[in-house]
């Protein structure tokens, strides 16, 4: 069974400063633990909000380490160092905006500030990028809800065959 | 009464090879026929999921052949060769981010990969165009939900009036 | 207390030739007024659907006259003139898909031609702008959805502390 190679890179100017330490890249790990069964590995980085950053990154994670998933935390916002998105957005052939709304929508049932996030999610080649929330509470909140598409998503793009704790989270894959 | 000319484009690299028969198009003639009281005349053409082949089929459709409305089915997903949304984003001048919003939605009530769908829809001159899935079932899902705003767009960009069978499919237009 | 400064921006080419009297741009501040009891100064403007006009508008009230906010209504619809989305996402540098998304969903309760509107919102330096439907039912129930997000949105831009009415509208600002 090959190991799934999944990206993590928190986005955060203090947390790369080491003011205070990554909590949510940290909380994603632990999720993607509870959630996978199959093997993966984490490819883990911690930088700050430049976009020239955010995209270098993105790009060495996906073309040269192979990460058929990359997620995201951080930088979704509305201040001005917010440039996830636009990261995002530059370095995908194309975007999957499924995602974002759902995760606004998921989010909108506990917090009106929801509408804020502007995290969107795409393709760069055979990989999915993601952008969560930066808040770990928010993370697992929209984990849960879209993380049941992201195995049938990487099976459509030939990537390497995710399974799951079904007690923890229940992949869909359409019957053929 | 003028007849509207509405295009239906399956985009499928299979259907249209002829390895198989293309299951998707007729399925939307045929809803659109239960839909549809007033005169209406179906443009056809299955097409390869080639981006340069779609665009040039959707702007014949709307700039030759004049429909005011071209429906494409295909296309829409993650695959490497889905192409169909970025296809319609390049032909269109505005687009109308509520289609796929919508469709998305409302697929989401029956399976958790509805996020995975990447349809969109969009002006050209005085055409909708709307993305839809590519399985039959979907596509009715979907029409349903969309299509009772479709009559009023056609009238505001001074198509054809649609008039549809209420007891099948109500449009709504706001009283004035 | 920092007075708030808010654009209103009606785009009709009608209202604008003085056809009719612009009820939407109206509407606008009376609500604004109900909703906020911290001071604020309305900027107010009426221009025709013409997107070079729009885009001057929203950069001088943003850039020149400090706007924290800028509403506009009218022009979101699929008709030819209207183009106030196109306009905002053209000045703006990073986008608010959340505002559209709920705006629609709203709307949607309501009429089934919610999709219709093209509504979205953006960030220009340190200025929110906001498309609103144009009929002044719409645009309460619009502002009603999204406006508890605003204040939040203007903290992090490092705008004017706005407070509100909380009989009328409860601004949503998460705790530290």
Redesign the interface.
């Known amino acids: 069974m090959t190991t799934a190679k999944i990206g993590i890179v928190t986005v955060s100017d203090r947390a790369s400063a080491g003011v205070y330490d990554d909590v949510s890249g940290k909380a994603i790990i632990e999720t993607l633990n509870e959630y996978l069964t199959s093997p993966w590995e984490p490819v883990y980085e911690v930088i700050p909000d430049e976009q020239a950053v955010i995209e270098s990154t993105l790009i060495k994670m996906t073309d040269e380490q192979q990460c058929s998933l990359v997620v995201t935390t951080g930088g979704t ?4 160092r ?2 996830t ?2 990261a995002t957005e530059a370095v995908c052939d ?9 995760m ?2 998921e989010s ?1 049932k506990f ?8 995290q ?1 999610a795409g ?1 760069r080649g ?1 990989s ?1 990028i993601i952008n969560l929330p930066g808040k770990p509470k928010s993370i697992r909140e929209c984990l849960d809800a ?1 993380f ?2 992201v195995p ?2 990487i099976d ?2 030939e990537g390497p065959y995710l399974e799951c704790n079904e007690e923890v989270i ?5 019957k053929k």
Chains 1, 2, 3 share one sequence.
């Open positions: 916002g509305p201040a001005k917010d440039v998105p636009e194309r975007m999957m905006p499924g995602f974002g709304e759902l606004r929508a909108l917090v009106a500030t929801a509408i804020l996030s502007r969107t393709l055979d999915l879209v049941p598409a049938y998503c459509l793009m229940k992949p869909f894959r359409p």
